[in-house]
């Protein structure tokens, strides 16, 4: 038994440091999309990168309240945060990749 929660404890911390290490990684992004040197010049860029920065507001709120959420469980992870866990892992993902497609599309580099 204390197996058992020894590794819930275990996967639980797992899971928040990787959460916060792409946490990281986002206000970082999010912080070089606000540079100077990343505005648009014509409309459709300007679209996308009012997009970018919803995608990025709406990826630290969702952030936040799964981090919550996982530190309030004292019993594990349940299965439906797991599925939380797993889709901001996507959307990190997706984000992480539509700033890089942004950033290709106005010829910068990371």
Do not use: W
């Amino acid at each position: 038994m204390a197996q058992i929660v020894e590794d819930s404890i275990h996967t639980q911390q797992e899971i928040l440091v990787r959460l916060e290490r792409n946490n990281t990684t986002i206000q970082r992004l999010f912080k070089k999309l606000g540079s100077y040197t990343n505005e648009p010049k014509c409309p459709s860029d300007f679209e996308k990168f009012n997009a970018l920065k919803n995608s990025f507001k709406i990826f630290s709120r969702h952030q936040k309240e799964i981090m919550d959420l996982i530190k309030k469980q004292n019993d594990g992870i349940s299965e439906a945060l797991e599925m939380e866990v797993r889709e901001q892992l996507g959307r990190f993902r997706k984000l992480e990749s539509d700033f890089a497609a942004y950033l290709l599309k106005m010829g910068k580099s990371f």
